[in-house]
């Protein structure tokens, strides 16, 4: 499967963005997702996952209450809802597809390009 993110962009500490991961070539209804996140200097890091059907959510720490994981299976699109906005939220976010159901970057086969997010203080 093609994974295409979308949606980021530069907010002021406390605002919103929305990030959309839409799927082609195949349906990201067979697909647990995932978004990951990497700021510059670290290494790419979890940030929420959702299983295939939609009925189990996962969140990192650092974003839970803030960020919302979320899918739609008839438009092949996975979203990620970001409030409350931090400058330490600034990183690029991926999302990713897997068979496996986990939070470990490794058991994403697919990836998508990535989309800039900073968040200004």
């Known amino acids: 499967v093609q994974l295409q993110a979308s949606g980021g962009g530069l907010v002021q500490a406390g605002g919103s963005l929305r990030l959309s991961c839409a799927g082609s070539?195949?349906?990201?209804?067979?697909?647990?997702m995932g978004w990951f996140r990497q700021a510059p200097g670290k290494e790419r890091e979890f940030v929420a996952r959702i299983r295939w059907s939609g009925d189990n959510t996962n969140y990192a720490d650092s974003v839970k209450g803030r960020f919302t994981i979320s899918r739609d299976n008839a438009k092949n699109t996975v979203y990620l809802q970001m409030n409350t906005l931090k400058p330490e939220d600034t990183a690029v976010y991926y999302c990713?597809?897997?068979?496996?159901?986990?939070?470990?970057?490794?058991?994403?086969?697919?990836w998508g390009q990535g989309t800039q997010v900073t968040v200004s203080s």
């Open positions: 990713a597809a897997s068979r496996a159901f986990g939070t470990t970057s490794t058991l994403y086969d697919s």
């Open positions: 070539g195949r349906t990201l209804g067979y697909y647990n």
